[in-house]
């Protein structure tokens, strides 16, 4: 079957840093997305990677590991609005997109 | 990318009423659109797609009877609700393609909180 992993919840302090691990099996890859989800709102777009390596966008940053199955969700100077679940999804052979089941962050001063 | 627009954005209803749900794109002609539910604390879980001019396609275990999708335009999908009930409270969240090639992210409605009493 599908699977994508995330961890349910992390917690971090307002100013740091905080990765978000993202592992998946799928069949077939035709790349893979990050979201933030805030409290009751619709999920917004973050990020693609299709190719190995780190996408690099302001403080948010992502990274693929298509061999391991792999991403991850880099966020810099963490400010209270990044408070957020953060959802990794992955288009398979279909085209169709695979959901995690999404991180829960929790930033605190 | 792509504005969506979905309305109402919270309904509050007796049980056995149906419910329509519609989802606009704004500024390009979307000739798939898609249907979520989430429950709270849990993840997206896709509905149906909603192809412009044909009948939608359903993920297993969504009955098609009760949940009536209509794509008549290319700028329109309505989720209408039939005959909901307590169960069917949920978020429930339209989007839409940026674009046709596989690179493009999903684009969604603000969604619509349904409330079945």
């Known amino acids: 079957g599908q699977n994508i992993d995330q961890p349910t919840e992390m917690t971090a302090t307002e100013g740091a840093i905080v990765q978000i691990n993202c592992t998946y099996q799928?069949?077939?890859?035709?790349?893979l997305f990050w979201y933030q989800q805030h409290a009751g709102e619709a999920p917004t777009f973050l990020s693609y990677?299709?190719l190995d390596g780190l996408e690099e966008k302001g403080r948010f940053s992502s990274f693929l590991s298509r061999s391991k199955g792999y991403s991850y969700l880099l966020l810099k100077e963490l400010q209270m609005k990044d408070s957020a679940s953060y959802l990794c999804a992955v288009k398979d052979s279909n085209y169709q997109l695979i959901w995690g089941a999404g991180t829960k962050l929790i930033i605190k001063p | 990318g792509a504005v969506v627009s979905q309305h109402p954005s919270w309904v509050i209803c007796k049980s056995g009423t149906s419910v329509k749900i519609e989802c606009r794109s704004l500024?390009?002609?979307?000739?798939?659109m898609f249907w979520y539910r989430q429950f709270p604390k849990q993840s997206l879980m896709l509905m149906a797609t909603s192809n412009e001019g044909s009948k939608a396609t359903y993920e297993q275990g969504v009955e098609k009877d009760k949940f009536l999708i209509n794509h008549a335009s290319l700028t329109l999908s309505t989720l209408t609700v039939t005959s909901a009930h307590p169960e069917d409270s949920s978020f429930y969240i339209c989007?839409?393609?940026?674009?046709?090639?596989?690179?493009?992210?999903?684009?969604f409605g603000d969604g619509t909180r349904l409330s079945i009493l």
């Open positions: 500024d390009f002609q979307a000739t798939t």
């Open positions: 990677n299709v």
């Open positions: 989007s839409v393609l940026g674009g046709p090639s596989g690179n493009q992210p999903q684009h």
């Open positions: 799928t069949s077939g890859f035709n790349g």
